[in-house]
C-alpha cells in the first residue's frame, strides 16, 4: 500500500505539490496522470524518499518514510525514468550492488537474480559490462534490480521509454502479475493507451493538486462521455491545443 496525506513540496516561491492525498490500495495498479510540469515526478522523488517533503506524511506499506526511511525503503521497488547505472560493471555485477543495498543474503541473491535476468531475457549478457547494453536492455536490468528484494509496493516513472514492442508487452505481464501477488503499482506515464490498459484506476494531478481519479470509464464520464482516456484527459485538464492551432493557421490565411 502507497499513501500520501496532505503532502506538499515547495521550492522558493514555487509551489511544485500542494496539499496531496491519495492510496494506491494492495494488489493495485494506479495510474498517476498529468500534464508536464504538474508534480508527477516530484511526487515519486518523494514516495522514493529521494526528495523530502515541505509537510505531510507518506507511507509505504505501514511504513512512515519520514520517521523510518530505512524500513520504508525495503518495502518499495523504485523505477525512474532514468535509471542512473555504473556501466564498468558487468549486469550480474550491478545486481549484486543493488542486492548489498538492500540486504537481501548470499543464497536468496544467487536464486533472484538468475530468476529476473531469465525473466528480463537478460541472462546471455549478465557478464558483459552494462555499458554495451542497448537502452531497453538497460531499463530492463534497472527493473531487476528494483524487484531483487521482493518489495511490496512499486513505483514506475515512464515504464515503456526504450522498450520495444515485445519488452512492453512482458513489461505489461510482469506487472500483472505482481498485481496478482499483491504488490501495489504506482506508474506515471504519458502513454495513455498503456494506462488504460493496465491500471486498475487513474488519479490526475493538475498544478500540484490531485485533480480527479476513478476508473478508466468513470473518467471518460466526468469528461462528458468521451471515448477515449486521450480525449478525457485533455477535457479535464484544459488541453485545447487542436483549438489553438486551428485559430492560428486561420490568422496566418487571413494575413
Known amino acids: 500500500m502507497i499513501e500520501l496525506i496532505d503532502v506538499s513540496k515547495r521550492f522558493k516561491q514555487v509551489e511544485a505539490v500542494n496539499s496531496l492525498s491519495m492510496r494506491v490500495n494492495r494488489g493495485e495498479i494506479y495510474g498517476f496522470l498529468g500534464p508536464n510540469g504538474a508534480g508527477k515526478t516530484t511526487t515519486l522523488k518523494m514516495i522514493a524518499g529521494t526528495l523530502k517533503p515541505s509537510s505531510g506524511r507518506i507511507i509505504i506499506n505501514g511504513r512512515d518514510v519520514d520517521r523510518n526511511p530505512e524500513a520504508a525503503k525495503q518495502e518499495l521497488g523504485f523505477i525512474p525514468d532514468r535509471p542512473f547505472l555504473y556501466e564498468k560493471l558487468t549486469g ?24 529476473l535476468l531469465n525473466l528480463f531475457e537478460l541472462s546471455s549478457w549478465e557478464h558483459e559490462l552494462v555499458e554495451s547494453y542497448s537502452h531497453g536492455m538497460k531499463q530492463r536490468l534497472i527493473m531487476s534490480a528494483a524487484m531483487l528484494h521482493r518489495p511490496k509496493a512499486l513505483i514506475v516513472d515512464e515504464p515503456m521509454v526504450g522498450l520495444d514492442p515485445r519488452g512492453a508487452r512482458l513489461l505489461k505481464k510482469i506487472f500483472r502479475q505482481l498485481r496478482l501477488n499483491g504488490v501495489s503499482i504506482l506508474i506515471s506515464t504519458h502513454t495513455l493507451s498503456i494506462a488504460a490498459d493496465i491500471c486498475d484506476r487513474i488519479g490526475i494531478i493538475h498544478k500540484g493538486r490531485l485533480f480527479t481519479e476513478g476508473t478508466v470509464e468513470e473518467l471518460k464520464s466526468q469528461a462528458g462521455g468521451s471515448k477515449h482516456l486521450e480525449e478525457a484527459f485533455l477535457k479535464l485538464t484544459g488541453g485545447n491545443e487542436e483549438q489553438v492551432l486551428t485559430d492560428f493557421f486561420k490568422s496566418e490565411a487571413k494575413g
Do not use: I, P, T
Open 92 to 115: 550480474f555485477e550491478f545486481l549484486q550492488f543493488m542486492a548489498g543495498l538492500y540486504k537481501v543474503n548470499h543464497d536468496s541473491f544467487s536464486s533472484r537474480s538468475r530468476e
